[in-house]
């Protein structure tokens, strides 16, 4: 059955244009970076991702952010089947989705993401790093591929660290050249930039450990890196989050205060805009403190940056609060836009919207059984 959760859709804030730096948005309504997982293991996009992607712009969304992707062929691959952005030959076949997505009317920043500790199907080599050889919590994610515990990861050195930076770096290049509006750096999540900035996966004595300002450093020193090779044309965001895919429950221990460091810290490094992440249990918990202030509306008033709210946010209601109340500029919306790739229309038209069906990630949370899913609901009519 489906479901209205429209509200009062031709006046609905998310409706209203915007800007991020110099790029101009038709709504505030953005596609949530989710894993899809749909190449042949080579990392090279495909054809069934210009169509997904794609979607969402005909759709209505005025900016999509991609699936996490991969900039190095050393340890920053996630999943088997993860995009990737290291090679001339992945940066090539992102063309036709970027082309796709301008030619529906929306913009497409790339989100660039280093698995870190949690990588679960790195095809280069065995080993994972991390900030400290500290075993992650919980188990590899089955829609994934994986099974089983975590590695402990190899702590990684000076080079490391380097060569980290430097493969972001190329990658932003990449990405400027084919044509995207902007990259998003993934420090959220639990994956390798959150692991630094997490206290349990961070045990280094060095300038990337300890206080909650060196811990920031490694993420801030990518945002630099980018910055210092692509100018001021390309832009360049940060994702956040306090949870992670393997503990939802962590929160940074300084509450706000650590937030007021980490934002500024992105901020100065050159970040034009700041994406807060409601991991598994929503902006509702996932970004709000004690006292009714929330993590988005510490970052706008702190990061003195647009800010992108996720989590749960397919909820008209909620997501107007969130814009109208001050706490974000923008929503992403992740699963419900799996669902309805024309969620903005049908908030404009005041059409109900498609419940989110957990069959759409499983067995494999890939964008063909999205079509499948799909297919089976528009023959039910």
Not at 93 to 100: L, Q
Not at 220 to 248: E, P
Not at 342 to 366: T, V
Request: glycine fraction near 12%; hydrophobic fraction near 40%; charged fraction near 20%.
């Amino acid at each position: 059955m489906m479901t209205n959760r429209s509200t009062a859709a031709a006046l609905h804030p998310a409706l209203s244009s915007t800007s991020i730096g110099a790029l101009r948005l038709s709504n505030r309504l953005v596609v949530a970076p989710m894993s899809r997982v749909s190449t042949a293991g080579d990392g090279v996009p495909t054809e069934a991702m210009r169509r997904y992607y794609a979607a969402f712009a005909e759709g209505g969304f005025g900016l999509v952010i991609t699936e996490g992707t991969y900039p190095d062929l050393a340890h920053s691959q996630g999943y088997a089947d993860q995009p990737g952005l290291a090679t001339d030959a992945q940066a090539a076949a992102w063309r036709p989705i970027v082309d796709a997505v301008h030619a529906a009317g929306a913009k497409i920043i790339v989100q660039l993401m280093h698995a870190g500790a949690l990588s679960q199907g790195n095809r280069h080599r065995g080993e994972t790093i991390g900030p400290s050889a500290v075993q992650p919590k919980g188990e590899k994610l089955p829609e994934y591929g994986g099974s089983g515990p975590y590695a402990t990861p190899r702590a990684m050195n000076e080079d490391d660290i380097r060569d980290v930076l430097d493969g972001f770096a190329r990658a932003a290049v990449r990405a400027r050249d084919v044509g995207f509006d902007g990259v998003e750096l993934h420090a959220a999540n639990g994956y390798l930039f959150d692991q630094f900035l997490t206290t349990y996966t961070n045990t280094r004595t060095d300038p990337y450990g300890g206080p909650v300002e060196n811990r920031i450093r490694f993420a801030a020193d990518a945002v630099r890196a980018m910055r210092g090779v692509v100018g001021s044309g390309l832009l360049i965001g940060t994702r956040v989050s306090q949870a992670k895919v393997n503990d939802f429950t962590y929160r940074w221990p300084g509450g706000a205060e650590d937030g007021k460091v980490i934002f500024a810290a992105l901020r100065d490094a050159g970040a034009d805009y700041l994406h807060v992440a409601g991991e598994g249990r929503g902006w509702r918990q996932g970004a709000q403190l004690p006292g009714g202030v929330s993590l988005t509306e510490i970052a706008r008033h702190v990061g003195e940056l647009p800010v992108i709210a996720n989590g749960g946010l397919d909820d008209p209601a909620l997501s107007a609060r969130v814009i109208e109340g001050g706490h974000a500029d923008l929503v992403s919306i992740g699963r419900g836009a799996l669902a309805n790739p024309d969620w903005p229309r049908r908030l404009a038209e005041g059409a109900p919207f498609e419940p989110f069906d957990r069959a759409m990630l499983h067995p494999y949370a890939s964008i063909e059984n999205v079509e499948q899913w799909r297919r089976s609901r528009a023959a039910l009519g």
